[in-house]
């Protein structure tokens, strides 16, 4: 019986909530996964098509009657594979995009098709979120793990392309994941338990569909062999095999391009994707170049100016205390975490080395930033290793919130963030690309939904997607086209990218009624032309 004037209660004190939490296994980062979905309800149809995209939507829908045709044992020729140079890329997360927004359309019919696309996208790359968490937890606490997959969260520059970028946000997530994968089989092999072979084949086959999403993804098996040998020596051999196996098996299916000729084909994409042909100019440091010929610091450069201050400053600390930690032999797995960080740190080297051809800032290398955050939450946990849990977490929030800030000020621009280092915000657009794949047009359109006359004739500059855009987010009654040449009173609007000057280049003297800016940037104009 308890003493008069006692008072018991079932609330928990926020504290107690909070120390539960934490107690839980994991509990911080399935919170993290739920509060992004949250956030992407309100914010997904905010986003405008990139530039690539509507040739993505053809190639999606391409590959899937290239699937049926191989299922009735047909030939598919090469030319029906895709618009342009697009059967060099794996189409496999283009056709999940495709039959995921046609899924879901059917269910939200008002929901515009592009907008459920951005959906896709976006579940990959909190598919990023939990592996980096994950790769985290090898070498930190779950508390350090999860500042670290916060911190990658909340990268202005990650989120902007998670919410718009086909290619690579995805392509980075399913090389996370088969990192995950890759080193749990080397765990599996060597414990040699009653599972292992299905955690081999289970890493072949996340394999197998990061290849048939690009042709670099096979450097995961480079890691996860030769962490494999290094444990297992001749021993590995065999899960090695099923492991290749399962993972060739599983990218010459998805790809229909390597079908008949999968060796000859995929070094045909591996050579065009090593000397990509495009020549296009391209803004860096105030000076203008050719995408081929651009100076060796162009992508270290990059990644220093757009990642966030206290993400650089972490990287340098837990890099600091992984040395230390090393030098007193009390560092577990040292020789995994120097084989992930090759995972950066070569093809940086092999990048300023060779020079390739690089355009749209550094969004075709973000999956190799995964591997600097495990340094973070190295810092991260030295932070709660020394200081009082209250504090540790406040260094935290103090490291999460230039990238939240920024993420809220240039909505639903976020990708084109820059850090101080880059100087005065001011000039920004004048030194380096912004917004480089031109997602700001459909806010240009759906001015015009408001305000263009009936039937109207709008140019769209951009060869390719642009002109496409104003289908998917226009009136029906507009008419787009890219081509410039249509003569004067041709054309009734133009929207302009001011990339490369190109609203001023295109009807210099048609006033300017509409402009997208953001920060001081201007980045769409819309002209009168009639």
């Known amino acids: 019986m308890k003493p008069a004037g006692t008072h018991t209660s079932n609330s928990l004190s926020p504290k107690r909530l909070w120390s539960r939490i934490q107690g839980h296994s994991h509990a911080l980062i399935i919170l993290l996964i739920l509060a992004n979905l949250v956030v992407a309800a309100f914010v997904f149809d905010d986003y405008g098509e990139s530039w690539d995209e509507p040739n993505i939507h053809l190639y999606a829908a391409s590959t899937q009657q290239a699937y049926l045709a191989g299922l009735r044992g047909e030939p598919v020729a090469e030319d029906e594979l895709g618009p342009f140079n697009l059967r060099y890329y794996g189409p496999f997360y283009f056709v999940f995009s495709d039959l995921f927004a046609r899924s879901l359309g059917v269910v939200l019919p008002q929901v515009n098709f592009v907008d459920l696309w951005h959906l896709s996208y976006f579940l990959s790359f909190l598919l990023a979120v939990v592996c980096v968490y994950a790769l985290c937890l090898r070498w930190a606490s779950r508390g350090a793990a999860f500042a670290a997959a916060l911190l990658f969260n909340l990268q202005p520059l990650l989120w902007g392309h998670a919410f718009m970028n086909p290619k690579d946000i995805p392509f980075m997530a399913f090389f996370l994941l088969s990192v995950v994968l890759g080193l749990r089989a080397v765990d599996a092999a060597e414990a040699r338990g009653p599972r292992s072979w299905r955690a081999i084949l289970l890493a072949g086959v996340a394999l197998g569909v990061a290849t048939a999403m690009r042709v670099s993804a096979p450097a995961v098996g480079l890691i996860v062999a030769i962490e494999m040998l290094a444990r297992g020596g001749r021993r590995a051999l065999g899960p090695l095999a099923a492991y290749a196996a399962a993972a060739a098996a599983v990218a010459y299916?998805?790809?229909?391009?390597?079908?008949?000729?999968?060796?000859?084909?995929?070094f045909a994409v591996f050579n065009e994707m090593r000397d990509f042909p495009m020549d296009i100019p391209v803004r860096f440091n105030g000076a203008i170049y050719h995408s081929m010929d651009l100076p060796p610091d162009y992508l270290p450069r990059l990644m220093l100016l757009q990642l966030t201050g206290p993400l650089l400053a972490l990287i340098a600390a837990g890099a600091a205390v992984a040395g230390w930690r090393i030098y007193r032999r009390v560092f577990p797995q040292a020789r995994l975490l120097a084989l992930?960080?090759?995972?950066?740190?070569?093809p940086v080297a092999l990048v300023v080395l060779s020079q390739p051809t690089m355009y749209d800032n550094f969004r075709q290398f973000?999956?190799?930033?995964?591997?600097l955050f495990i340094l973070a939450a190295l810092a991260f946990d030295e932070l709660f290793v020394r200081l009082r849990p209250a504090l540790a977490w406040a260094l935290v929030a103090a490291a999460v919130a230039p990238g939240l800030l920024a993420m809220v000020a240039l909505h639903p621009y976020e990708y084109i963030f820059y850090n101080r280092l880059a100087g005065d915000p001011a000039t920004l657009a004048q030194r380096f690309e912004t917004e480089y794949w031109v997602t700001s047009y459909r806010e240009a359109i759906e001015y015009l939904n408001e305000v263009a006359v009936p039937n109207a004739n709008v140019l769209v500059f951009g060869e390719g997607g642009p002109a496409?855009?104003?289908?998917?987010?226009?009136?029906?009654?507009l008419t787009a086209t890219a081509d410039p040449r249509g003569g004067p009173g041709?054309?009734?609007?133009?929207?302009?990218?001011?990339?490369?000057?190109?609203d001023r280049s295109f009807y210099p003297g048609a006033p300017a009624i509409f402009q997208v800016e953001k920060d001081g940037m201007i980045f769409v104009v819309v002209k009168d032309l009639q």
């Open 490 to 502: 041709f054309y009734d609007y133009a929207i302009l990218t001011t990339r490369m000057g190109s």
């Open 340 to 346: 992930l960080l090759g995972w950066f740190l070569v």
């Open 468 to 477: 496409v855009m104003v289908r998917h987010f226009g009136r029906p009654d």
């Open 253 to 266: 299916l998805l790809w229909p391009f390597l079908w008949g000729a999968p060796l000859e084909h995929y």
């Open 366 to 371: 973000l999956f190799l930033l995964p591997p």
